[in-house]
């Protein structure tokens, strides 16, 4: 790389740099400004600014482009007002040279803002959602951001959990005619099982058949009736 490559691609990728923090900077100002609308008891301006801080990466991507034609006319318009790219020129550098010049900083600025874009953006933005669900306490915001099949798992696990429950308040409506002897055999029949967890564990089955292996190991160890009876 020459000293004009090299002189000419740093002023070029300092302007464009400097474009992207302006547009970036004005479009997290403006989102803040939206989001203090929102502002409610647990959603402070502190909650505001880790959301559009989350958010970040993906202005970054979506202004790159803008960045990088700005910052080449900006990078070039500079050198012009100053002569220096009638001096380079008159050094014998041809015109698509001086394109090429400009436009190294400019790909790489682009090849930056593609892998932020496909690696650093997409869960930032998840993360900011749900720091902002959660801030803002609202149901249906978390399950939208949750996703479907987390939230029914959630439910699946409080369904369980009334399963059992069901089982340890059904030892109350026994008929007080019945003495210990046949409340025993009662429980020991297998029909109380059959008639409460019939359905969960149909319900169970056709779910954990679509749930990941973790998940299965997580919910296999739950919901299951467990019966103390005293001898």
């Not at 990941?212 to 299951?224: E, Q």
Request: glycine share 10%; with cysteine; net charge positive.
């Amino acid at each position: 790389m020459s000293k004009f490559d090299w002189y000419v691609g740093r002023g070029v990728l300092v302007a464009t740099i400097g474009v992207l923090m302006l547009l970036v900077g004005l479009d997290a100002l403006t989102s803040i400004v939206d989001e203090t609308d929102d502002m409610r008891d647990g959603y402070g301006f502190s909650d505001i600014l880790i959301y559009v801080g989350y958010t970040l990466p993906r202005r970054f991507h979506e202004f790159v482009p803008f960045a990088a034609l700005i910052g080449v006319l900006v990078g070039l318009g500079r050198l012009a007002t100053t002569s220096e790219l009638v001096v380079i020129r008159a050094a014998g550098v041809s015109m698509f040279r001086m394109a090429a010049m400009a436009l190294k900083p400019a790909l790489l600025v682009a090849a930056v803002g593609f892998g932020v874009g496909e690696f650093v953006a997409p869960h930032t933005e998840q993360l900011a959602m749900s720091y902002r669900a959660l801030a803002q306490r609202s149901e249906s915001s978390v399950a939208a951001v949750l996703g479907l099949g987390i939230v029914m798992e959630i439910l699946l696990f409080m369904l369980m959990l009334c399963s059992e429950g069901a089982w340890r308040t059904a030892s109350h409506c026994l008929p007080s005619t019945m003495n210990a002897d046949s409340q025993r055999h009662w429980w020991q029949s297998g029909r109380p099982i059959q008639a409460i967890t019939g359905f969960w564990s149909r319900f169970t089955l056709r779910v954990l058949r679509v749930t990941g292996p973790r998940r299965r190991a997580l919910l296999c160890g739950v919901g299951k009736p467990r019966l103390h009876l005293n001898s």
